[in-house]
């Protein structure tokens, strides 16, 4: 069965250091995104992105983050400079577009900022 | 703006036991109304949804119905099993430019003892 696959599943970091995050999603999906969940919050939607750009985001994704499709089959998530208030488990998720919110999620990436 | 709230956690049940997770939401206009699961080491998973008012999702012996006038989405099991120990998450969406943009519930922890 096919699978969104993220790497790495842990990373630490330390504060003020760049991190890119990598996912794959579901060969035949056009919609792709970007969720995180602080440890004891809600999941939270950061950004979408369809046909080679961002569709929408949220008030979090500020410039400091961002995220393209490279190859035509990864998707990342680069944080330039990252904070502690960063630390989460970072979900990518793809869509094929023909469902209203029919998502496939990742297993996750942890951040971890010292 | 919109928001779901979820009944606290954890749960804890025997196994064959009957389950019910709460879920009420705050939405603008329409929305459609799903339940994820997270099964350990997985990514979240759709488990069912309804698009409508009175519709009822259902899925592995999962039932939901979405309720216009009490702005809720519980969900329910007959008997559950072991297996069934995840993360359950409410979640809704407001479909058409936002099709992948869900708004979750904080997430409940349901475990299953034999």
């Known amino acids: 069965e096919p699978e969104v696959t993220q790497t790495p599943s842990h990373q630490v970091t330390q504060m003020g250091q760049e991190v890119i995050l990598r996912c794959v999603p579901i060969s035949n999906h056009l919609y792709f995104y970007w969720y995180r969940q602080i440890l004891g919050q809600k999941v939270e939607f950061l950004v979408s992105f369809y046909n080679n750009e961002i569709s929408e985001k949220s008030e979090i994704f500020d410039d400091q983050f961002s995220v393209e499709r490279p190859d035509g089959s990864n998707f990342t998530l680069k944080i330039r400079s990252t904070k502690l208030e960063d630390s989460a488990m970072y979900f990518c998720?793809?869509?094929?577009?023909?469902?209203?919110?029919?998502?496939?999620f990742g297993e996750g990436s942890r951040l971890t900022v010292l | 703006g919109n928001s779901v709230t979820q009944m606290e956690g954890p749960v804890t049940l025997s196994e064959e036991a009957f389950l019910t997770i709460n879920c009420t939401y705050t939405?603008?206009?329409?929305?459609?109304l799903f339940w994820y699961v997270q099964y350990p080491g997985e990514g979240l998973q759709l488990l069912l949804k309804?698009?409508?008012?009175?519709d009822k999702g259902s899925n592995k012996g999962f039932e939901a119905t979405y309720r216009k006038e009490t702005t809720s989405f519980h969900l329910e099991k007959g008997s559950v099993q072991v297996s069934d120990s995840a993360v359950y998450f409410c979640a809704l969406t407001a479909g058409g430019t936002s099709y992948g943009k869900l708004t979750f519930g904080q997430g409940t922890i349901l475990t299953v003892h034999p």
């Open positions: 998720a793809s869509g094929s577009g023909r469902a209203v919110g029919e998502l496939f």
């Open positions: 309804a698009t409508k008012a009175d």
């Open positions: 939405a603008t206009g329409y929305p459609s």
